[in-house]
């Protein structure tokens, strides 16, 4: 009887951490259109070209590098400059996301790095 508690409790525990992700996630990829990123970037098929593809980059970037990313890309890639990224040419003109406030930038980069 007592099993059965603790195991029931368990289940209602996961069964809430995995809606609360997945809100979490669909904030993200819900951001990813509405602040613009969609226009440049693809995921899954969709969106643009002028930036590289993001459908796996949670796999080779850290959350912290993504979140660094958003905020001031001038940090990795010199404004202008021309770089490659997975083997691609690109010019490096993404926009600082300076002002973005921290609650957004978070579930953008979780949403990100959540990618893989
Ligand atoms: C005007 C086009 C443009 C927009 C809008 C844009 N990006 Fe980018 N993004 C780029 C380009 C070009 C690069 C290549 C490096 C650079 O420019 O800093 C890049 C690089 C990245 C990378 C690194 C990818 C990798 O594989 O290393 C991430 C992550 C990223 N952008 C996320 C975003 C997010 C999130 C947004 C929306 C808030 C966004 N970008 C908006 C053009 C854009």
């Given amino acids: 009887m007592r099993m059965k508690k603790v195991i029931s409790s368990l289940l209602i525990a996961s069964a809430l951490t995995f809606s609360a992700t997945t809100v979490f996630a669909s904030a993200g990829s819900s951001l990813f259109n509405s602040e613009g990123c969609i226009a440049c970037h ?8 002028v ?3 993001l459908s796996h980059v949670g796999g080779k970037r850290s959350l912290s590098w993504i979140k660094t990313q958003i905020a001031n890309p001038g ?3 010199a404004s202008g400059s021309s770089v490659t990224i997975n083997g691609k040419p690109y010019m490096a003109i993404m926009p600082a996301h300076k002002h973005m406030p921290a609650s957004k930038l978070n579930a953008l980069a979780d949403y990100l ?4």
Avoid: M, R, V
Avoid at 42 to 49: D, K, L, V, Y
Avoid at 113 to 116: G, T, V
């Fill in 42 to 49: 693809t995921i899954n098929g969709q969106g643009g070209s």
């Fill in 51 to 53: 930036g590289p593809n």
């Fill in 75 to 77: 940090a990795h890639f």
């Fill in 113 to 116: 790095e959540s990618l893989k």
